[in-house]
Nanobody
Framework: QVQLVESGGGLVQAGGSLRLSCVASGRTFSSYAMGWFRQAPGKEREFVAAISWSGGSTDYTESVKGRFIISRANAKNTAYLQMNSLKPEDTAIYYC?????????????????????WGQGTQVTVSS
């Protein structure tokens, strides 16, 4: 069983930055495709960013392109989401997710049902 633990959330003013971390248990993190999702009150969980197991391919939802960067450090079993130029509409609980059977080194996944493991979430609040 894989456990994911997010950290790095908090309260920040609009225009500020935060870096979220997601640490995974287990020895095969380097074979997991990773994703970040968020869920605001009263809304469905939505895709934010994804990275292939190789780190060689990333993608973002349109609203965060140019502001957020997803990355990974396989030696540390950690995925990151660097969030810059934050806006009040970025306020949500942020979740990291892992898919364990990704084969092609550039594959990324965009739907919650694509992922096998989830963290508990970390709150991000952006004040105006």
């Amino acid at each position: 069983q894989v456990q994911l633990v997010e950290s790095g959330g908090g309260l920040v003013q609009a225009g500020g930055s935060l870096r979220l971390s997601c640490v995974a248990s287990g020895r095969t993190f380097s074979s997991y495709a990773m994703g970040w999702f968020r869920q605001a009150p009263g809304k469905e969980r939505e895709f934010v960013a994804a990275i292939s197991w190789s780190g060689g391919s990333t993608d973002y939802t349109e609203s965060v392109k140019g502001r957020f960067i997803i990355s990974r450090a396989n030696a540390k079993n950690t995925a990151y989401l660097q969030m810059n130029s934050l806006k009040p509409e970025d306020t949500a609980i942020y979740y990291c997710a892992a898919r364990s059977d990704s084969t092609y080194y550039l594959d990324k996944y965009y739907y919650p049902s694509d992922y096998h493991y989830w963290g508990q979430g970390t709150q991000v609040t952006v004040s105006s």
